[in-house]
Nanobody, 130 residues
Framework: KVQVMESGGGSVQSGGSLRLSCTAS????????VGWFRQAPGKEREGVAC????????YYADSVKGRFTVARDNAKNMVYLQMNNLKPEDTAMYYC???????????????????????WGQGTQVTVSS
């Protein structure tokens, strides 16, 4: 079973930045897609940003475009979510998930929107105060 772990959550004021990190118990992430998702109390889980590591295809939810960036660190076999200009509405539990990468790159958006990933971390809390 693939184990996924997130780190880097915390509390920040509006306009601030945080970087979340994700690692998985895999020798390499090359054949996988890594996604970041969030869920606020009383709301459905939302696909925030996803990355197909081979080829670098990415997807971002409209709500975070221009503010969040998903990227990999090849040396550390990790994926980051850099979150800038944070807003109170970004407050949520953030989850990292891993799935075998889709052969057809445009399918990444569908996988991300539907949170159709098989391996999930426990989540890390992000709180943005106004």
């Amino acid at each position: 079973k693939v184990q996924v772990m997130e780190s880097g959550g915390g509390s920040v004021q509006s306009g601030g930045s945080l970087r979340l990190s994700c690692t998985a118990s895999l020798a390499t992430l090359d054949d996988y897609a890594v996604g970041w998702f969030r869920q606020a109390p009383g709301k459905e889980r939302e696909g925030v940003a996803c990355l197909k590591l081979s080829g670098g295809v990415s997807y971002y939810a409209d709500s975070v475009k221009g503010r969040f960036t998903v990227a990999r660190d090849n040396a550390k076999n990790m994926v980051y979510l850099q979150m800038n200009n944070l807003k109170p509405e970004d407050t949520a539990m953030y989850y990292c998930a891993v799935e075998e990468a889709p052969v057809y790159p445009p399918l990444l958006a569908t996988l991300c929107q539907n949170a159709d990933f098989g391996y999930w971390g426990q989540g890390t809390q992000v709180t943005v105060s106004s």
